[in-house]
């Protein structure tokens, strides 16, 4: 049997692997003062004159942002853990940078680079790489995938995004970043729910197995109906899909059944409705000479009224 688990962590993990090496290797001269040419042997990163690689100090005021960054909510709480261990332990392994300009923009490590910030250092280590712009997209999304997550509208715009720049289908994309077509699949139909319901998604009132189901409802209306009732009653992922199907049921029920009735009888359904006040229903057979009439009533006062309307008198019957 396939482990698929294993393979796509080795897929993930080859692309951030050609970025820095290994991923446990550890670098911990860098944080201190040295030569740009000093390239520790354990980093398992060798010179590449052809493609100017090295791994050097970099000023912090020379760095600029990763473009295609899909992460938009930084932890500060989560930042100042990695500061306080970089503060101890010195950058474990150096962000990722291209030459821009006159400065380097980030492709990976942009967490590293914020919490250096956070320190007041002014040089951070960083292995430079000259790369397309399409490779640039396709390692950010990655790191973010692989090292921490993203939250569920972060990675379906980070998906949306990537598509669109390399002009892949979902398939195409999936086999590229090493997921399953139906997890970039489940993550672009996040896009679809309204602004509201995506931000309870992120602040984590939702789960996205609640929101999957949620959208399975016709409108936005009845999504947020869903969403709020979810919240109130601290409904479970597997409730919610109940009352969804429940309401997708009976929605397709009384949708046949208007489709097999003629105008004829619809017309006096609502006259008999009219006469008695209640809801009523008029179901046939197949050759439309027999059936039942069925009235529906609320409460017991009801159902009296209703048999008085039909001239039954109750009284002294019970």
């Known amino acids: 049997m396939v482990n698929r688990s294993a393979e796509k962590s080795k897929h993930l993990g080859r692309g951030l692997e050609s970025l820095l090496g290994p991923l446990s290797s550890e670098i911990h ?19 590449d004159k052809a493609l100017q690689e090295a791994v050097r100090l970099v000023p912090l005021n020379l760095i600029s942002p990763n473009p295609y960054q899909a992460r938009t909510y930084w932890d500060e709480d989560k930042l100042t853990e990695l500061a306080n261990s970089i503060a101890a332990n ?23 680079f914020r919490a250096s910030q956070m320190l007041g250092k002014e040089t951070v280590p960083a292995l430079v790489k000259e790369v397309t712009d399409n490779q640039m997209h396709e390692w950010s ?35 590229r970043l090493g997921e399953d077509r139906s997890v970039v699949a ?14 309870l998604l992120i602040d984590e ?13 016709p409108s936005d209306e009845l999504r947020r109906k869903l969403a709020n009732r979810a919240l109130a009653g601290r409904l479970s992922v597997r409730e919610v ?27 006096l359904e609502d006259l008999i409705k009219v006469e008695l006040g209640s809801r009523v229903k008029i179901e046939t057979n197949k050759n439309g000479k027999s059936g039942k009439l069925v009235i529906e009533f609320k409460t017991l006062s009801d159902f009296d009224r209703v048999l008085e309307k039909i001239g039954i008198q109750t009284e002294g019957l019970f």
């Open 241 to 267: 899909e109940r009352l969804v199907k429940d309401y997708l049921n009976n929605k397709e029920e009384n949708q046949h059944s208007k489709k097999q009735k003629s105008p004829h009888i619809l017309e």
């Open 205 to 217: 009132k939702i789960t996205m197995g609640h929101a999957r189901a949620i959208l399975s409802l």
């Open 90 to 112: 010195g950058v474990v392994q150096p962000i990722v940078v291209r030459r821009h300009g006159v400065g380097y923009q980030i492709i990976a490590g942009e967490r590293r």
């Open 186 to 199: 489940n993550h672009l139909r996040l896009l679809e729910l309204p602004t509201d319901l995506k931000q």
């Open 29 to 47: 001269s860098y944080d201190k003062e040295g030569s740009e040419n000093n390239i520790p042997s354990d980093l398992g990163v060798k010179r």
């Open 141 to 175: 999304l990655v790191e973010n995938i692989h090292r921490a997550n993203l939250n569920p509208i972060e990675r379906a715009k980070a998906y949306d995004a990537y598509i669109q720049a390399l002009s892949l289908n979902q398939t195409e994309a999936a086999k």
